[in-house]
């Protein structure tokens, strides 16, 4: 008889551990951690979503406005950041022009 309570219980336990396994999976799907970011890029800008986005996974962004002042050319520098772009990331030719639009904001800025 004994063995038959601790059975049940053991099941019930697992059953619940499943329930809560799949709630949280629910609750962290991709589609929910794309609202809660959407809610925090609009805030953020675009260009820097864009940064995010392409370049972020490898590099910073003081590392890339470093890039741009080098020599004091901060045009000649933001062309050939552009040119590099092209050749390196996986973003559109627009969104190149974006993210060294900001860069360069960002660059004349500090």
């Known amino acids: 008889m004994h063995h038959k309570i601790i059975t049940r219980v053991s099941m019930v336990l697992a059953v619940l551990c499943l329930f809560v396994a799949a709630a949280?999976?629910?609750?962290?799907?991709?589609?929910?951690?794309?609202?809660?970011?959407?809610?925090?890029?609009?805030?953020?800008?675009?260009?820097?979503?864009?940064f995010v986005k392409y370049c972020g996974g490898c590099h910073t962004q003081d590392e890339m406005l470093a890039i741009l002042r080098k020599?004091?050319?901060?045009?000649?520098?933001?062309?050939?950041m552009q040119q590099f772009l092209k050749r390196h990331g996986k973003s559109s030719d627009e969104q190149d022009a974006q993210i060294v639009a900001a860069l360069k904001e960002l660059a004349a800025d500090r």
């Open 24 to 50: 949280f999976a629910w609750l962290v799907s991709p589609a929910q951690v794309a609202l809660a970011t959407s809610s925090d890029a609009t805030s953020a800008g675009a260009e820097d979503m864009l």
């Open 71 to 80: 020599d004091d050319d901060l045009a000649g520098n933001a062309d050939s």
